[in-house]
């Protein structure tokens, strides 16, 4: 069974600094795929990045970059340049593949999160 | 293009009612997805369609939940009869490739069932 581990309840950060936030996982298959989230207060869930278990660079979308270790099994998130929007909840999901109809699927597990405060 | 759409926003009900929560896919998307997240059990997947037909139902707690997806535009998720451990904020998300796309969440139903 697929298994996301985000040992970082709570994060504190001061605005502009960069800040990592944690994620392993845990998985014999060997094509997989990582997702970042963003939940701010007001709940939406908003896609940030994606690293493919393929992917040879790491993913970088604007401030947003993955920390890819495919060995230590960890996708960390790097914000740099904090903002006082970035405040939320992050979560980090893995897609799984399930079979079904002899077909491949994917479907997200979803870590418990960490919440990040940007401190002016 | 519009997002992915849900309807209610919020609701509010009595116990041993009826709850119907809706969902408009982003249009193209043939994946459709409904999570509940709560507090102790996070984020969690119920069901999952493609092109409209139930792929994997074993998230969905119990008999009382059902869903449905009768066009390619429009799925429920109904809960009867409702009981206070249902409320959560429940989620619908569509993508054309759930294997390397990002799926798109709608807005999410904040459920309260008193």
């Known amino acids: 069974a697929q298994k996301i581990t985000q040992t970082q309840p709570g994060m504190f950060v001061q605005e502009k600094e960069a800040v990592t936030l944690d994620c392993t996982y845990d998985t014999s298959d060997q094509s997989y795929g990582l997702f970042w989230y963003k939940q701010p207060s007001s709940g939406e869930m908003i896609f940030l990045i994606y690293q493919g278990s393929y992917d040879e660079q790491n993913a970088t979308e604007g401030r947003y970059s993955l920390n890819f270790q495919k060995a230590r099994k960890s996708a960390n998130l790097v914000i740099s340049a904090s903002q006082l929007g970035d405040s939320a909840m992050y979560f980090c999901a893995m897609r799984d593949v399930i079979i079904a109809g002899g077909t491949s699927y994917g479907k997200l597990t979803f870590g418990q999160g960490t919440i990040l405060t940007v401190h002016p | 293009d519009a997002g992915v759409i849900q309807s209610p926003r919020h609701e509010v009900t009595e116990m041993g009612q009826e709850v119907t929560l809706r969902c408009k896919p982003i249009s193209g998307h043939d994946y459709l997805f409904w999570y509940r997240q709560t507090m102790m059990r996070g984020l969690e997947l119920l069901i999952y369609?493609?092109?409209?037909?139930?792929?994997?139902d074993s998230g969905m707690p119990e008999d009382r939940f059902s869903a449905k997806m009768p066009n390619a535009s429009f799925s429920t998720l109904k809960i009867q009869p409702s009981e206070p451990r249902d409320s959560a904020v429940y989620f619908c998300a569509s993508t054309r490739d759930p294997r390397r796309q990002p799926q798109h969440f709608g807005d999410g139903t904040r459920l309260s069932i008193l």
């Open positions: 369609f493609n092109n409209n037909v139930p792929i994997d």
